[in-house]
């Protein structure tokens, strides 16, 4: 599996679009590239997902460079309820989650 | 709707002892995955189960750890002998059609085991 670059920690203001960045330079063209996110004391929550093109979905959009080599979650209007730690992953086959982005949504 | 649902929630156990882990995967749910969670850290593979048939156990980190689906429904993880480095959150998650790991996994709250 391709390993995956995120910044450990982000701060968005609550009602603003939270952007959240993902390298994933080593990515091979059968991989898709997952976006979970984990509240705290709660499980791994599914967000979306993608191969080439770019996604959107109730909960976010997912945006994926030309060449595949990183995306962008895009959360368009962040509430407090967001903040939980988020985790790219690139995979055709098991789910590796790495250490992913604290996203804190402040008021 | 019932999602996933994992007993115990909490469970102290002492060095030695045996543990079991219940899992409640949606009713319907082909597919269902174990996974350990140690403080500070990502969710790490453990085990998968296709029905009753277990096709992957390369992430069980020794021969303590063992895993069943009997019936295809209710999943147990039971380690044995525990030692404290096994303390953990333990995660099940379970996904509706065969296509396995791409397929969109739903988690449970886990549970939380503390060796002493």
Redesign the interface.
């Not at chain 1, 004391?41 to 599914?46: D, H, L, M, T, W």
């Not at chain 1, 995979?91 to 992913?100: E, M, P, R, S, W």
């Given at each position: 599996d391709a390993k995956t670059t995120q910044p450990p920690s982000m701060d968005c203001a609550e009602g603003r679009a939270a952007n959240l960045p993902c390298n994933h330079s080593t990515i091979s063209g059968n991989e898709?590239v997952y976006w979970y996110r984990q509240i705290h004391?709660?499980?791994?929550?599914?967000i979306i997902?993608g191969l080439k093109n770019n996604e959107t979905n109730e909960m976010a959009s997912l945006i994926i460079t030309e060449d595949r080599k990183s995306s962008t979650l895009i959360l368009p209007h962040a509430t407090l309820r967001d903040t939980a730690?988020y985790?790219c992953i690139v995979?055709?086959?098991?789910?590796?989650?790495?250490?992913?982005t604290i996203l804190r949504v402040k008021s | 709707g019932a999602g996933v649902s994992q007993s115990p929630r909490y469970k102290v156990a002492k060095r030695g002892q045996d543990v079991a882990l219940r899992c409640d995967p949606i009713s319907g749910h082909v597919s269902l995955f174990w996974y350990q969670q140690a403080l500070g850290q990502g969710p790490e593979f453990l085990t998968y189960f296709q029905n009753e048939a277990q096709l992957d156990k390369s992430g069980l980190p020794s021969d303590r750890f063992f895993a069943e689906r009997p019936e295809g429904s209710v999943s147990t993880l039971k380690i044995q002998r525990t030692q404290q480095e096994d303390s953990a959150v333990y995660l099940c998650a379970s996904s509706l059609r065969l296509a396995g790991f791409t397929d969109t996994q739903y988690f449970g709250p886990g549970t939380r085991l503390t060796v002493l």
């Open positions: 898709y004391s709660q499980g791994p929550q599914y997902h730690v985790y995979t055709n086959d098991k789910l590796v989650f790495g250490a992913g | -």
